[in-house]
């Protein structure tokens, strides 16, 4: 890729007390495209987030920003350079409604008093332009499905314009159609030429919107592998660390039941079964 990256990571590192999180993590991010990461538990995902959001400070490594080093200290560091990040628990009030949730902490106000008229407008428009579909913006956000709970909170998350938009699993514990409503936003921020970072342990969801796929394994980069040219079996053996897993012999013996050449290993036990019956049949 030749364009200068939004976001760059360069040898970060994150240590708590004995336990190294994040070891030398490489890992750019580009403007109109979606890099989803990937790893197993304790793969150090949430640390990376958490060390980009500005909860966690970096021990080693810097953060670039349109390439130049900057120290993200707290989450306002993060922010103000255009990077926002929408938590897997959403951290929505549910007894406020939809518009009182965008602007929570950022009202607009006009002369002293909040400005409803003002806030209600943009929040329509902005769920307009995004293609929201919630009964009405006056309702408790405590009302409304997971799916329309999730797309809210990342409607929040570009009141402040952002560059960057950080999803820690959005789609988790959410129906097809709500997944789907999920992914199709995802999609939208990405035609807007916003970078997106997702991360999930749904492989499907990944490789339907993801353009590159970031794969961390105990707390180090274990490859970096564009969508469109890359097998499921080759990311889920990287996520393991094993060639051979659940995936890679189930993949083998599908091709198998439809008549196609059995695996190396299994054509030399066929051979083997075959020596051994002939020397019965000589005996």
């Not at 897997?88 to 909040?114: H, I, K, M, P």
Request: aromatic share 2%; net charge negative; charged share 25%.
């Amino acid at each position: 890729m030749t364009t200068a990256p939004l976001l760059a990571l360069r040898g970060v590192s994150k240590r708590f007390g004995a336990v190294q999180a994040l070891s030398d993590i490489d890992l750019e991010i580009h403007a109109g495209r979606v890099t989803a990461l990937v790893g197993d538990n304790g793969a150090g995902k949430s640390t990376l987030v958490k060390t980009i959001a500005g909860v966690y400070t970096a021990d080693a490594g810097t953060i670039e920003w349109k390439g130049r080093a900057h120290r993200i200290a707290r989450p306002q560091d993060s922010q103000d350079l255009g990077i926002a990040t929408v938590y897997q628990d959403l951290a929505l009030c549910d007894n406020l409604d939809v518009v009182a949730n965008l602007y929570l902490g950022r009202e607009t106000r006009s002369l002293g008093v909040l400005d409803e008229v003002a806030m209600e407008a943009r929040c329509r428009e902005l769920l307009d332009s995004l293609s929201i579909r919630i009964p009405s913006v006056r309702i408790p956000v405590a009302s409304l499905s997971g799916g329309q709970r999730q797309v809210v909170a990342i409607a929040r998350a570009l009141i402040g314009e952002p560059e960057v938009v950080v999803l820690d699993e959005p789609t988790a514990a959410l129906g097809v159609e709500q997944t789907a409503q999920v992914l199709d936003l995802v999609e939208l921020l990405r035609r807007r030429g916003l970078a997106v970072v997702l991360i999930s342990h749904n492989m499907a969801d990944v490789r339907a919107v993801a353009d590159e796929v970031a794969v961390l394994r105990l707390g180090r980069n274990n490859g970096i592998f564009p969508v469109a040219e890359t097998s499921h079996e080759e990311i889920v053996a990287a996520i393991t660390g094993a060639a051979d897993n659940a995936v890679t012999r189930r993949s083998a013996r599908t091709l198998t039941k439809d008549g196609a050449a059995p695996s190396t290993d299994a054509a030399a036990d066929d051979d083997r079964n075959r020596t051994t019956e002939a020397g019965e049949e000589t005996a």
